[in-house]
């Protein structure tokens, strides 16, 4: 049995869009390596910070990832390789293992299709698109019924409310109100 440890550096992203392993960044691989019969059997740890945007407030989120890998590399001429395809099983080549493809998969794998910044991220103001978590307690905009919308529309200049609410009116109609608008 032979014990390896090492830091692989990362040269394409892993993972999934909303959250990956950087490029640039370390993976830290804890391995064991054991010859057998047919083959060498990889089995140990493999971790990383992952980077990415919580799904709810897109706020950036960095998160350990670690996860256990077991996977035999077949002898070539071994039984094993002649009675697996290469997809199913990686090969021993030239006395060389590849650990790339291992530790990218199972890292994806490892990773939440949906992150969050916290279990209780409450997300964004559907009104004004801030943060809940940042504003106030009782954060509200004043315009809810559509009728009263559509006359703030019309003389945006002549009340007392804030911009923040006129702008919600006309997100509520948008077919019609928004291009009265300069942005
Ligand atoms: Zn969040
Ligand atoms: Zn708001």
Redesign the pocket.
């Known amino acids: 049995m032979k014990p390896v440890r090492l830091s692989a550096p990362v040269d394409v992203p892993i993972g999934i869009e909303v959250i990956a392993v950087p490029a640039g960044r370390q993976v830290d691989l804890d391995l064991r390596l054991e010859s057998v019969t047919e083959g060498v059997l990889v089995s140990g740890e493999a971790s990383a910070e992952a980077v990415g945007e919580c799904a709810r407030c897109l706020a950036e989120i960095r998160q350990p990832v670690r996860v256990t890998v077991r996977e035999l590399y077949a002898y070539p001429g071994s039984t094993t390789d002649e009675t697996t395809d290469e997809d199913e099983l990686p090969r021993v080549c030239d006395d060389l293992i590849d650990l790339a493809p291992l530790i990218r998969d199972e890292i994806t794998l490892a990773l939440p299709l949906a992150p969050l910044c916290g279990p209780d991220c409450r997300g964004l ?6 943060r ?1 978590a940042e ?1 106030e307690a009782g ?3 004043e315009i809810l019924d559509p009728r009263w919308a559509a006359l703030a529309e019309r003389f945006p200049s002549g009340g007392t409310e804030k911009s ?1 609410s006129v702008r ?1 009116a006309g997100g509520g109609s948008t077919e019609s109100g928004s291009g009265a608008y300069p942005e």
């Open positions: 103001c559907p009104g004004c698109g801030e809940l504003l954060h509200s905009h923040d919600v």
